[in-house]
């Protein structure tokens, strides 16, 4: 193991966001950096239900506590680790509930764009996301409540313009959770 504390970030927001492509660079720019995409852990399941059905609930609570396990696993080998994926507030419950043993900061950061922007994104990817999920998505991230401000808006922005802000933003603390104030079921 490492001899140093590791810490786990979660990049999230909706499809066509950027968040992949903003949890890679710090990533990259650490030391001790790991880029954990959330996706990759959807595509385990044999017979996937749509995450974004209702009936998905469960399956998305597993799969949200398999990625927390192991980001969790990395940061306590001292691994900065930046996790990709939705991990919306609706699901912050399960993930701090998988962290009550593991004492490393936990960082929370939503990034989010007009609409147009975000489904000119979503359609321009490699694998382009359906039009009805981004909308969906985009629902779901648009009010956060008492976690508006872990918020970074890159409508109009640069990939590095957006970059910096996470950056300055992540090394002077604004996006750490306290994590007794997230409670709920998820």
Same mark, same amino acid.
């Given at each position: 193991?490492?001899?140093?504390?590791?810490?786990?970030?979660?990049? @999230?927001?909706?499809?066509?966001?950027?968040?992949? %492509?903003?949890?890679?660079?710090?990533?990259?720019?650490?030391?001790?950096?790991?880029?954990?995409?959330?996706?990759?852990?959807?595509?385990?399941?044999?017979?996937?239900?749509?995450?974004?059905?209702?009936?998905?609930? +469960?399956?998305? @609570?597993?799969? !949200?506590?398999?990625?927390?396990? !192991?980001?969790?696993?990395?940061?306590?080998? $001292?691994?900065?680790?930046?996790?990709? $994926?939705?991990? $919306?507030?609706?699901?912050?419950?399960?993930?701090?509930?998988?962290? +009550?043993?593991?004492?490393?900061?936990?960082?929370?950061?939503?990034?989010?764009?007009?609409?147009?922007? !975000?489904?000119?994104?979503?359609?321009?990817?490699?694998?382009?996301?359906?039009?009805?999920?981004?909308?969906?998505?985009?629902?779901?991230?648009?009010?956060?409540?008492?976690? +508006?401000?872990?918020?970074?808006?890159?409508?109009?922005? @640069? +990939?590095?313009? %957006?970059?910096? %802000?996470?950056?300055?933003?992540?090394?002077?603390?604004?996006?750490?959770?306290?994590?007794?104030?997230?409670?709920?079921?998820?």
């Amino acid at each position: 193991m490492l001899k140093r504390k590791g810490s786990i970030t979660v990049v @999230t927001g909706c499809p066509g966001s950027g968040k992949s %492509t903003l949890a890679a660079r710090p990533s990259e720019s650490r030391p001790h950096g790991v880029h954990l995409s959330g996706d990759a852990f959807y595509h385990f399941i044999a017979h996937l239900i749509s995450p974004i059905l209702p009936e998905s609930h +469960e399956q998305n @609570t597993v799969v !949200t506590r398999a990625i927390t396990r !192991t980001a969790a696993t990395f940061a306590l080998g $001292g691994y900065e680790t930046f996790v990709d $994926g939705i991990v $919306g507030p609706w699901f912050l419950p399960a993930f701090v509930k998988e962290l +009550e043993d593991v004492r490393v900061p936990l960082h929370y950061v939503v990034i989010r764009a007009s609409l147009k922007e !975000t489904l000119r994104r979503a359609a321009s990817r490699p694998a382009p996301a359906e039009e009805r999920v981004v909308r969906h998505m985009y629902k779901a991230f648009a009010s956060l409540g008492r976690l +508006e401000g872990h918020a970074i808006d890159s409508t109009g922005q @640069t +990939e590095n313009a %957006t970059f910096n %802000t996470l950056a300055q933003r992540w090394l002077a603390g604004e996006f750490i959770l306290d994590l007794k104030n997230i409670s709920g079921d998820a």
